[in-house]
Structure formats: C-alpha cells, structure tokens
T-cell receptor
Framework: EPEVTQTPSHQVTQMGQEVILRCVPISNHLYFYWYRQILGQKVEFLVSFYNNEISEKSEIFDDQFSVERPDGSNFTLKIRSTKLEDSAMYFC??????????FGPGTRLTVT | KNQVEQSPQSLIILEGKNCTLQCNYTVSPFSNLRWYKQDTGRGPVSLTIMTFSENTKSNGRYTATLDADTKQSSLHITASQLSDSASYICVVSARFSGGYNKLIFGAGTRLAVHP
C-alpha cells in the first residue's frame, strides 16, 4: 500500500541554522500539507499546498518557513533560521481529490 | 474561532473493558469529522471519517458517533486490547473553495490499557 515517507526521521541542528525537511507524498495525490506537534501538545496545521502554490497557511508559518515541490515528487519544508521553539515533530500529509489525508511518520527536529 | 475540545484528557482501563471518548467542536465550514489513533512518536492513523449526514460509523472495535446539531462526537472502543494504548485524536475538517481541507486537531485523549 502506498504511503507518505519522510526524511530524516530525526534531525538535530543548532539554533540559527537552516534545515530542510523532506517528504515524498503518495504519487497520485494533489494536495500536500505540513503539520507540527510540539512535545506533549496537539498537532498544529502549518501550511497546505496545491498546484505549486500555498493554499493556506497558519499564523505559525511565518517568513522563516517556506515550502517547495522542487521535482514533482518531493515536498520540502525549509526553516531558514531555526529557534529553540521550532523543536517538534513535523508531519507531512498528502491527499487526492477526496478529503482523506495520509500522514507520514514524521521528522523529529531538535534545535540546540 | 475554530476549536476542538476532547475529554477526558487521559484514561486508564483494564484489558477487555469498553470505553467512550468525547469530542466537542466549533468549526466552520464543517466538512467532516475524523478520529485518529496516534502511537507515541508516530504519525496519526485514521480510524473513521464521518460527514455531516452520518450519525455513526464503525471500524472493527471502534464505533464513532456524530451529532451535527450539538457538534459532538464520541469514539467507543469495545473489548479493549493492550495495543489500543495510544492517543486518540478528534480532528474536524473545514473544507474551503479549491477543494483543500484544513484539519483542526483536538489535544487528544491518552488511553492506557492495562492487563
């Protein structure tokens, strides 16, 4: 069964560094999403992406964040200058035209 | 403001027992309501999805109900197993023009099933 994959599973970075989190959505899906979950807290919506542009973004998704679908298969989330409070699990999800979203296993980002 | 509230925050039950988890929401425009199971350190996995017109939906030992008038949902787990130990998250989807869905997550109920 096709699934969303994410790499790396765990990323450790120093404050102020740039990180890129990678996702490979399910191949025939058209909508792509990033969510984050700070340890012990609820999952929060970051951004949705469709037709090579951002459809919606939350207040969390500020200028430090960007998304890209560089090659038709990968979907990336870039954090330009990481802060301690960016430490969280980041989940990618994708969906076809229907409303079901399929989540990847997540990338644990630790900012030191 | 779009919100999803869940209760209880945590629950401990004995293996084989039943339990019911609650979800209240204020989300607009409402598209559907989902229950997810999330194991520690893993991504959420969908258990059920219900649209406005559906009152109940089952998936094995999981049965979800939806009352769209009162904006309440419940997830009933029958004959619990040790592997049911996880967080159960109520997620309400708002559907916008263009076809994409914005998911609003509850904080989850942490269920522990003890032998």
């Amino acid at each position: 069964e096709p699934e969303v994959t994410q790499t790396p599973s765990h990323q450790v970075t120093q404050m102020g560094q740039e990180v890129i989190l990678r996702c490979v959505p399910i191949s025939n899906h058209l909508y792509f999403y990033w969510y984050r979950q700070i340890l012990g807290q609820k999952v929060e919506f970051l951004v949705s992406f469709y037709n090579n542009e951002i459809s919606e973004k939350s207040e969390i998704f500020d200028d430090q964040f960007s998304v890209e679908r560089p090659d038709g298969s990968n979907f990336t989330l870039k954090i330009r200058s990481t802060k301690l409070e960016d430490s969280a699990m980041y989940f990618c999800a994708s969906s076809p035209l229907s409303y079901e979203q399929y989540f990847g296993p997540g990338t644990r980002l630790t900012v030191t | 403001k779009n919100q999803v509230e869940q209760s209880p925050q945590s629950l401990i039950i004995l293996e084989g027992k039943n339990c019911t988890l609650q979800c209240n929401y204020t989300v607009s425009p409402f598209s559907n309501l989902r229950w997810y199971k999330q194991d520690t350190g893993r991504g959420p996995v969908s258990l059920t999805i219900m649209t406005f017109s559906e009152n109940t939906k089952s998936n094995g030992r999981y049965t979800a109900t939806l009352d769209a008038d009162t904006k309440q949902s419940s997830l009933h787990i029958t004959a619990s197993q040790l592997s049911d130990s996880a967080s159960y998250i109520c997620v309400v989807s708002a559907r916008f023009s263009g076809g994409y869905n914005k998911l609003i997550f509850g904080a989850g109920t942490r269920l522990a099933v003890h032998p």
